[in-house]
């Protein structure tokens, strides 16, 4: 039987390219004729810690500006790969590189490619517990198919990176590899199941990089876009042109520091937010996908809940009313020295593009000093300055981990406080967290105490919900069976999730939710199926319209329900995920379902749907809720993609669709054409646009 203990070097180096390599896929340069520097990989399932069941070689190489990554792999089953665009979802077979250039065990640039050499990139942070995936680096790919299996060169641009000034580098490095059948996972470093992949905690070490340097001081990327869009409203018709130009830029100061600014950034290319139909009396959190306000965006979280967060990015060109206002221009720092990191962005707002009437400036700054191995202390102060009115939030967050405490075992504290402010009534509200977190093999618990006053309106943050002390215990125990012919890959249980909301002043319960979770498994194909008891209440102060037709009263309510979970697996190419709930409901009952479907045709082809039913009913009246999309994607090859989103639900009763078409000439340029069209209940239309958008880059 294989020890657990076993180790293996975990240091390996670079070979310097006498001749930088063609990046076809192809490995036919004597570059990579030499011994592979990694060939052993480990798996971390459904074996953990055996030997990956196919071979994988890894060479490494660099020049100057480049660092050069190829791979053999060797795959005994039919190689599985759908997908083409970039930033792919998962299923396919894939391999995967971690690099860490400061060696702080903490952040790091997750590098992805499938079979196809469609390209997936990831800034992690806080030891992979925040991933930024909508980040797009520049860099290259390509791969292609064998008798044996298949074969990869990635070149990735030193100016794509961030390191510091050194004549000699020795960086945290890391591979993984992906097998969709049987949904295997191995490793080069960390392949404990406690770990994750974008840990770099765990990953090894990479040497030998001497006289690098970062490349490009300047990147510029100028964009032209135009079209039209008309708006129905009362029965007038109003019909806009849009036109712009704008700039965006990026300057490195010095290798550790970072100098970006837009100059009447644009978001048109923007994929739509999906309609979602809220039941809960808590606000919806919906991502950031601007472009400009993605970098850096996790080193700008904080240590409160992700319900509960100071600087919430997409707070910045909204007025008080949510409405959409132009964004004149932004700069945004991100550096380091030595252990300290130190982030700040700030953006000019006003009613009008190119208008400097009524304009406000939102800004926010974050510092966070790296405390023993994995542990951090920070920072963070916000801005909002309309006229003489200036609003803010200022906090400071601790984040303590080890992952060798008692023995073998990972433990991550927690603790976190930010008050809010104005200059008119001085302290607004504050909040304070604590939380303890036990993520390890078999059990994963975690307890958190989040206090928000009622008075606490962070100005550039989102609350889903003030004036409670939120109490959390969540609970999970999973089994990992060995044997490879139990039809099981685990089963798990969850004793006891489940939270309660005390009102700040009088302590007494105004929500809560327990979830006890009898039986969860999941199958070796894949499959997953999952049973959920619950019992939940709610103190209504005042009635509650859920939906057009069904409205709670005042009052006290405790109800229980069940819930059963169904889905077949993302690696396959029909995948489906389901669930039913039946339950009590504010003095009535509510059944509800989601069905989400997904067929990969090819990859030049997929459809999905998505479809949800809530049925409410009591003595006096009832209502029911759906909302459904229908998304289709399709590519030609990997650099034409489209994608159309058509989406409706019962609270709005509009139509809306959304179609992008993207082609990317090569990494770092970008045209797009996208058409937004809504119709309401009457199938009348009340909206139509059409923008053409093109960003080029420039490296100087």
């Given at each position: 039987?294989?020890?657990?203990?076993?180790?293996?070097?975990?240091?390996v180096?670079?070979?310097?390219?006498?001749?930088?390599p063609?990046?076809?896929?192809r490995?036919?340069?004597?570059?990579?004729?030499?011994?592979?520097i990694?060939?052993?990989?480990?798996?971390?399932?459904?074996?953990?810690?055996?030997?990956?069941?196919?071979?994988?070689?890894?060479?490494?190489s660099?020049?100057?500006?480049?660092?050069?990554?190829?791979?053999?792999?060797?795959?005994?089953?039919?190689?599985?790969?759908?997908?083409?665009?970039?930033?792919?979802?998962?299923?396919?077979?894939?391999?995967?590189?971690?690099?860490?250039?400061?060696?702080d065990?903490?952040?790091?640039?997750?590098?992805?490619?499938?079979?196809?050499?469609?390209?997936?990139?990831?800034?992690?942070?806080?030891?992979?517990?925040?991933?930024?995936?909508?980040?797009?680096?520049?860099?290259?790919?390509?791969?292609?198919?064998?008798?044996?299996?298949?074969?990869?060169?990635?070149?990735?641009?030193?100016?794509?990176?961030?390191?510091?000034?050194?004549?000699?580098?020795?960086?945290?490095?890391?591979?993984?590899?992906?097998?969709?059948?049987?949904?295997?996972?191995?490793?080069?470093?960390?392949?404990?199941?406690r770990?994750?992949?974008?840990?770099?905690?765990?990953?090894?070490?990479?040497?030998?990089?001497?006289?690098?340097?970062?490349?490009?001081?300047?990147?510029?990327?100028?964009?032209?876009?135009g079209?039209?869009?008309?708006?129905?409203?009362?029965?007038?018709?109003?019909?806009?042109?849009?036109?712009?130009?704008?700039?965006?830029?990026?300057?490195?100061?010095?290798?550790?520091?970072?100098?970006?600014?837009?100059?009447?950034?644009?978001?048109?290319?923007?994929?739509?937010?999906?309609?979602?139909?809220?039941?809960?009396?808590?606000?919806?959190?919906?991502?950031?996908?601007?472009?400009?306000?993605?970098?850096?965006k996790?080193?700008?979280?904080?240590?409160?809940?992700?319900?509960?967060?100071?600087?919430?990015?997409?707070?910045?060109?909204?007025?008080?009313?949510?409405?959409?206002?132009?964004?004149?221009?932004?700069?945004?720092?991100?550096?380091?020295?030595?252990?300290?990191?130190?982030?700040?962005?700030?953006?000019?707002?006003?009613?009008?593009?190119?208008?400097?009437d009524k304009?406000?400036?939102?800004?926010?700054?974050?510092?966070?000093?790296?405390?023993?191995?994995?542990?951090s202390?920070?920072?963070?102060?916000?801005?909002?300055?309309?006229?003489?009115?200036?609003?803010?939030?200022?906090?400071?967050?601790?984040?303590?981990?080890?992952?060798?405490?008692?023995?073998k075992?990972?433990?991550?504290?927690?603790?976190?406080?930010a008050?809010?402010?104005?200059?008119?009534?001085?302290?607004?509200?504050e909040?304070?967290?604590?939380?303890?977190d036990?993520?390890?093999?078999?059990?994963?618990?975690?307890?958190?105490?989040?206090?928000?006053?009622?008075?606490?309106?962070?100005?550039?943050?989102?609350?889903?919900?003030?004036?409670?002390?939120?109490?959390?215990?969540?609970?999970?125990?999973?089994?990992?069976?060995?044997?490879?012919?139990?039809?099981?890959?685990?089963?798990?249980?969850?004793?006891?999730t489940?939270?309660?909301?005390?009102?700040?002043?009088?302590?007494?319960?105004?929500?809560?939710?327990?979830?006890?979770?009898?039986?969860?498994?999941?199958?070796?194909?894949?499959?997953?199926?999952?049973l959920?008891?619950?019992?939940?209440?709610?103190?209504?102060?005042?009635?509650?319209?859920?939906?057009?037709?069904?409205?709670?009263?005042?009052?006290?309510?405790?109800?229980?329900?069940?819930?059963?979970?169904?889905?077949?697996?993302?690696?396959?190419?029909?995948?489906?995920?389901?669930?039913?709930?039946?339950?009590?409901?504010?003095?009535?009952?509510?059944?509800?379902?989601?069905?989400?479907?997904?067929?990969?045709?090819?990859?030049?082809?997929?459809?999905?749907?998505?479809n949800?039913?809530?049925?409410?009913?009591?003595?006096?009246?009832?209502?029911?809720?759906?909302?459904?999309?229908?998304?289709?994607?399709?590519?030609?090859?990997?650099?034409?993609?489209?994608?159309?989103?058509?989406?409706?639900?019962?609270?709005?009763?509009?139509?809306?669709?959304?179609?992008?078409?993207?082609?990317?000439?090569?990494?770092?340029?970008?045209?797009?054409?996208?058409?937004?069209?809504?119709?309401?209940?009457?199938?009348?239309?009340?909206?139509?646009?059409?923008?053409?958008?093109?960003?080029?880059?420039y490296?100087l």
């Open positions: 039987m294989l020890s657990l203990t076993l180790v293996f070097a975990q240091v180096s670079a070979t310097p390219a006498v001749q930088p063609r990046i076809d896929g490995l036919d340069e004597q570059l990579w004729q030499g011994e592979p990694i060939s052993e990989l480990r798996q971390r399932a459904p074996q953990e810690g055996a030997p990956a069941t196919d071979d994988t070689k890894v060479w490494v660099y020049d100057r500006d480049h660092l050069y990554i190829a791979f053999e792999v060797i795959q005994a089953s039919p190689v599985r790969a759908y997908y083409l665009e970039p930033d792919f979802s998962r299923g396919d077979d894939t391999i995967a590189v971690l690099i860490d250039p400061w060696k065990r903490r952040n790091g640039f997750l590098f992805e490619i499938n079979a196809n050499g469609a390209r997936k990139d990831v800034l992690t942070t806080d030891n992979g517990s925040s991933r930024n995936s909508a980040w797009n680096g520049v860099w290259w790919a390509e791969t292609q198919r064998n008798l044996k299996g298949w074969t990869a060169e990635l070149r990735i641009p030193f100016a794509t990176l961030n390191f510091p000034l050194a004549e000699v580098h020795s960086w945290g490095f890391n591979v993984q590899r992906r097998i969709s059948k049987g949904r295997q996972e191995a490793v080069w470093q960390g392949w404990q199941r770990f994750d992949f974008a840990d770099p905690a765990v990953a090894g070490t990479l040497e030998g990089l001497r006289s690098i340097r970062s490349g490009q001081r300047v990147q510029l990327r100028p964009y032209a876009m079209g039209f869009s008309k708006v129905t409203e009362d029965g007038v018709v109003e019909q806009i042109a849009l036109k712009g130009v704008g700039l965006d830029v990026d300057a490195l100061i010095s290798p550790p520091v970072k100098l970006s600014v837009t100059i009447n950034p644009d978001f048109a290319q923007v994929e739509a937010d999906q309609a979602q139909l809220n039941l809960s009396h808590h606000s919806l959190y919906l991502p950031e996908k601007r472009l400009f306000f993605i970098e850096g996790d080193f700008f979280s904080f240590g409160t809940s992700s319900s509960n967060q100071p600087f919430y990015s997409r707070r910045i060109g909204l007025d008080e009313e949510d409405e959409p206002q132009a964004i004149l221009g932004g700069i945004r720092l991100l550096g380091r020295a030595g252990k300290t990191r130190i982030g700040l962005l700030s953006a000019q707002v006003s009613e009008e593009a190119w208008s400097l304009t406000h400036n939102a800004s926010v700054i974050r510092v966070k000093q790296n405390l023993f191995k994995q542990s202390i920070g920072g963070l102060g916000t801005v909002l300055t309309q006229g003489s009115d200036v609003q803010g939030v200022a906090g400071l967050d601790l984040r303590l981990r080890s992952t060798q405490f008692l023995g075992n990972t433990i991550e504290a927690e603790a976190a406080g008050v809010g402010w104005s200059n008119d009534e001085g302290q607004k509200g909040t304070w967290r604590l939380g303890l036990w993520p390890n093999k078999n059990w994963d618990a975690g307890l958190m105490w989040e206090r928000i006053s009622a008075d606490y309106e962070p100005a550039l943050g989102f609350t889903a919900l003030t004036g409670v002390d939120r109490l959390r215990l969540d609970t999970h125990y999973t089994h990992h069976y060995k044997n490879l012919k139990h039809p099981l890959r685990n089963i798990q249980f969850s004793p006891f489940g939270y309660i909301e005390l009102d700040e002043e009088t302590a007494a319960w105004s929500h809560y939710r327990v979830d006890v979770v009898p039986i969860e498994g999941v199958s070796r194909g894949g499959r997953w199926a999952k959920n008891l619950f019992a939940k209440g709610f103190v209504l102060d005042e009635p509650w319209e859920i939906l057009e037709g069904y409205t709670a009263a005042v009052g006290e309510y405790q109800d229980v329900g069940i819930q059963a979970m169904f889905a077949n697996g993302w690696q396959r190419q029909l995948g489906l995920y389901t669930y039913i709930e039946e339950a009590q409901y504010f003095g009535g009952r509510r059944t509800s379902g989601r069905l989400w479907v997904q067929w990969k045709a090819s990859p030049n082809f997929r459809v999905s749907s998505s949800g039913l809530y049925w409410m009913r009591n003595d006096d009246s009832s209502a029911l809720g759906r909302d459904h999309n229908l998304r289709l994607r399709s590519s030609l090859n990997r650099a034409w993609h489209g994608s159309l989103l058509g989406q409706w639900n019962s609270a709005s009763e509009n139509t809306l669709v959304n179609l992008r078409l993207r082609y990317i000439p090569r990494p770092g340029a970008d045209a797009y054409l996208v058409l937004n069209q809504a119709w309401d209940k009457s199938w009348t239309p009340i909206g139509t646009s059409i923008q053409a958008k093109l960003v080029w880059q490296g």
